[in-house]
C-alpha cells in the first residue's frame, strides 16, 4: 500500500461530459503530481502541485485544469471530454519536489471511459 | 523536452534467463529512478540513482546509472515469473518534474 488514495477507482462517462478524480496523498507528502497513462503514450506529466502551488507543467490540455487544497488532498477536472481521453489516471505524491530526488509514490488510478 | 528511451519495448524469457533492459536520453538528469508496474495497479519504486557510474544491487536486480547521467540499465539475473512486469525509468529533471521512459514490458514464463 503506497498511501495514495484516488477516488473512483472506475469511471464511465459520455462525450461532452465533464468529471472530477480525487487524490489524497500519503500523509506528510506536500508533493502532488498527476499522470496520464494511455497504452500507446505511456505516462505522460500532466501537472505538479506542491503545497497548494502549482510547480510544473506538462502537457497538460486546456480542458483539464488541477488544485491541490489547504488539506494537501488534490483533484483533476476534465472538462469537455473525448473519446480520447479514455485512459489510466495516476496521481502520485511526494515528500519534496524532483530536486530534492524523493520517489513518488502511485496511487492505483481512475481508469476512465468517455463513450 | 526532455525524452527517455527504453529497450526493448518488449521482452519474453524462461524463467532462470538473466536480462538487461536500457533506458538512454540525450539529456543529463540530476536522478534516475526505476519502477515496476503491474496490471490494475501503480508503478511502485525499485531503486533511485543519484550519482553518475553508481551502481545498486536489490537482491537479483542490478541498476546502474551512466558516468554522464543520461543513461541507466536494469539487469535481472535468474528471472522468476514474479519479475513479470512494466518496468519504467523516470529521469528527475532538476528541480521541475519525473520524465517517464514508456517502458520495458517484460513476461517471464514458467
Known amino acids: 500500500d503506497s498511501g495514495v488514495t484516488q477516488t473512483p477507482k472506475h469511471l464511465i462517462t459520455a462525450t461532452g461530459q465533464r468529471v472530477t478524480l480525487r487524490c489524497s496523498p500519503r500523509s506528510g507528502d506536500l508533493s502532488v503530481y498527476w499522470y496520464q497513462q494511455s497504452l500507446d503514450q505511456g505516462l505522460q506529466f500532466l501537472i505538479q502541485?506542491?503545497?497548494?502551488?502549482?510547480?510544473a507543467k506538462g502537457n497538460i490540455l486546456e480542458r483539464f485544469s488541477a488544485q491541490q487544497f489547504p488539506d494537501l488532498h488534490s483533484e483533476l477536472n476534465l472538462s469537455s471530454l473525448e473519446l480520447g481521453d479514455s485512459a489510466l489516471y495516476f496521481c502520485?505524491?511526494?515528500?519534496?519536489?524532483?530536486?530534492?530526488?524523493?520517489?513518488?509514490?502511485f496511487g492505483n488510478g481512475t481508469r476512465l471511459t468517455v463513450t | 523536452t526532455q525524452l527517455l528511451e527504453q529497450s526493448p519495448q518488449f521482452l519474453s524469457i524462461q524463467e532462470g534467463e538473466n536480462l538487461t533492459v536500457y533506458c538512454n536520453s540525450s539529456s543529463v538528469f540530476s536522478s534516475l529512478q526505476w519502477y515496476r508496474q503491474e496490471p490494475g495497479e501503480g508503478p511502485v519504486l525499485l531503486v533511485t540513482?543519484?550519482?553518475?557510474?553508481e551502481v545498486k544491487k536489490l537482491k537479483r536486480l542490478t541498476f546502474q546509472f551512466g558516468d554522464a547521467r543520461k543513461d541507466s540499465s536494469l539487469h535481472i539475473t535468474a528471472a522468476q515469473p514474479g519479475d513479470t512486469g512494466l518496468y519504467l525509468c523516470?529521469?528527475?529533471?532538476?528541480?521541475?518534474?519525473?520524465?517517464f521512459g514508456p517502458g520495458t514490458r517484460l513476461s517471464v514464463l514458467p
Open positions: 502541485y506542491y503545497n497548494g502551488e502549482e510547480r
Open positions: 523516470a529521469g528527475a529533471n532538476y528541480g521541475q518534474n519525473f520524465v
Open positions: 502520485a505524491s511526494s515528500a519534496g519536489g524532483a530536486s530534492y530526488n524523493s520517489p513518488l509514490h
Open positions: 540513482v543519484v550519482t553518475g557510474g
